[in-house]
């Protein structure tokens, strides 16, 4: 069936890039998306790719997508304590509504 | 705009009460999807509207939950009763409609149940 994962933990020193990882099963997906999610808060939308692009950037943000093995990535540059959150990586199949969200990759960055 | 609102942000209550969540989506959604995240389960679709119309009911846990729609700009989630292993934190989100679009997602309504 369909499934996303991801590593659930991550650490960074301040300053460094971070990159989150994510693999899912189903090669029809579409739509892919990282959410943020900060203690006691709801998800919030990172940013997204089609299926049919390799690379997405957006500021500090670069998404890579490698269709071939079902992997997609999220590299935060120059990270800050701010960043520390969990990541969500979701995955949407085709001709549906659902997502498949990961587990989450909890973030944590020293000082 | 406001993005997605629930309320209650934090209800405790006891078991076998009815507990009821609201959600308002972005003006000019038209789907809405009610979620549960749990430490164990992580993040679980409960239910997804269309138009104000249940489409996909398929991941309400048991017939103690209930979710209505009566208008574009307004849905309930009814668990009655209620059982201690109802508490999670339950998020309603909505998106523009077509299938793949981005899903918006609400603060989250944090459910106790002693």
């Known amino acids: 069936g369909e499934d996303v994962e991801q590593s659930l933990f991550l650490s960074v020193r301040e300053g460094d890039s971070s990159v989150i990882n994510c693999t899912y099963t189903?090669?029809?997906?579409?739509?892919l998306y990282w959410y943020k999610q900060e203690p006691g808060a709801g998800l919030q939308l990172l940013t997204y790719?089609?299926?049919?692009?390799d690379m997405k950037q957006d500021q500090r943000l670069t998404v890579l997508l490698n269709k071939k093995d079902k992997h997609l990535s999220l590299r935060i540059a120059d990270t800050q304590t701010g960043d520390s959150a969990i990541y969500f990586c979701a995955a949407v199949f085709s001709g549906t509504y659902k997502y498949i969200f990961g587990t989450g990759t909890r973030l944590k960055v020293l000082a | 705009d406001a993005g997605v609102i629930q309320s209650p942000r934090h209800e405790v209550t006891e078991m076998g009460q009815e507990v009821t969540l609201r959600c308002k989506p972005i003006?000019?959604?038209?789907?809405l999807f009610w979620y549960r995240q749990t430490m164990m389960r992580g993040l679980e679709l409960l239910i997804y509207?269309?138009?104000?119309?249940?489409?996909?009911d398929s991941g309400m846990p048991e017939d103690r939950f209930s979710a209505k729609m009566p208008n574009a700009s307004f849905s309930t989630l009814k668990i009655q009763p209620s059982e201690p292993r109802d508490s999670a934190v339950y998020f309603c989100?909505?998106?523009?409609?077509?299938?793949?679009?981005?899903?918006?997602f609400g603060p989250g309504t944090r459910l106790t149940v002693l």
């Open positions: 003006s000019g959604h038209n789907s």
């Open positions: 189903d090669s029809s997906s579409t739509y």
């Open positions: 790719i089609f299926s049919n692009m």
């Open positions: 509207f269309n138009n104000n119309v249940p489409i996909d």
């Open positions: 989100a909505s998106s523009a409609g077509t299938p793949g679009e981005a899903q918006y």
